[in-house]
């Protein structure tokens, strides 16, 4: 089935600061406090960001960058283990100043101001192995 | 008030398998798991999907179909009862290859790859009812 | 690192009655209910909303208004105190009937139908203080 059971960890609020590349951010604090699996969202803002689609027929990604000020609308993702590490899937919804929105896979961002919500889950491990079939690294 | 207080149940994390149409199988596994209540979120990639916007006025939903390979920016939404079966109501904003971002009430969708995080809230049964005044199937 | 581990409190479902004007609502709920510290979700439809983005470089709020019966594809944000009193930062992607979709800091929304999911931490209390390099009020 794909469905994995876990147990609830612990639970975090975190400010990012101000300079941060987001994504290494995320990556560098999930692994410096050892959270293997769980949940996370964010909102906030970012001076800039790169957001990732990927070509479901040519298994590449396209990229599209973002200047200018951008609210983040919704940061979702989850946390697993890829390659013996924590790693962070985040997809992202990012608004100008017009409020249009642009969204995808975050790839990464320039941090203003960004406010997370992170929910760890324990009792089991994890993992991400590569899929043949979607050309993407996934759970079992 | 509307406001209805549970306990903390299971929570999973769910690789919801390529090909798969989502809200069967979200209706599926948690029906199957016996998931009654609780919150629901994901992100991953879907090859069409058909996203509804209800119209306050007449009651109906229009739809739009999306085909083409879209990112899953955001699912969220909530589980609970409707017609003694567990039924999840979900809202999706999708991103086309260019990053435009489209949404609404998640109708269909076909999956590419889907992660969803599911926690499971018990302590008591939240029924949604028919509720005259919207036209809509909702929590008393 | 401006991350605070918090514990896991209550959890609730909330229907949020048609007419209410969304921000005032969430307030006075979280306060009434004692809520100091969390993390809040949403879906569902309004018929008004004006949204608002920051500006970085002159520290001001531009808005949007937004009519006509719109979706609420994603509400994401956290509760913390503010001034002594617990305060929701909510981010909101919303969806016109072309299914476009705008986003940005939530100002204020007329409700038509609102499902919130929040889940409660506890454990500590986090406060926003006033941040000169952004303008913001903000966790230390």
Redesign the interface.
């Known amino acids: ?8 960890g ?9 300079g941060e590349e987001l994504v290494a951010h995320v990556d560098d ?1 999930i692994n410096e ?1 050892g959270i293997e ?1 769980g ?1 996370i ?5 970012v ?1 800039e960001a790169t ?1 990732g ?5 040519t298994h590449e990604y ?1 990229e ?1 960058d973002l200047t200018g ?1 951008i ?8 946390i ?1 283990q890829k390659e013996g590490r924590s790693h962070a ?17 975050l790839s990464g961002a320039r941090v ?2 960004t ?1 997370l ?1 992170i ?1 760890e ?1 324990t009792g089991r491990e ?1 993992e991400r192995v590569p ?1 043949e ?2 050309g ?1 690294v ?3």
Do not use: K
């Not at 985040?90 to 642009?102: K, Q």
């Open positions: 089935m794909g469905l994995y059971e876990l147990r609830e612990r639970r975090f609020l975190v400010r990012v600061p101000r604090l406090h699996q949940f969202s964010g909102i906030g803002a001076s957001i689609f990927y070509d479901q027929d396209r599209l000020g609210e983040i609308v919704s940061l979702l993702g989850n697993s899937h985040l997809h992202i919804g990012l608004a100008d100043h017009e409020g249009r929105m642009y969204g995808g896979h203003f101001l406010e919500v929910v889950f994890l899929d079939a979607t993407l996934c759970w079992p």
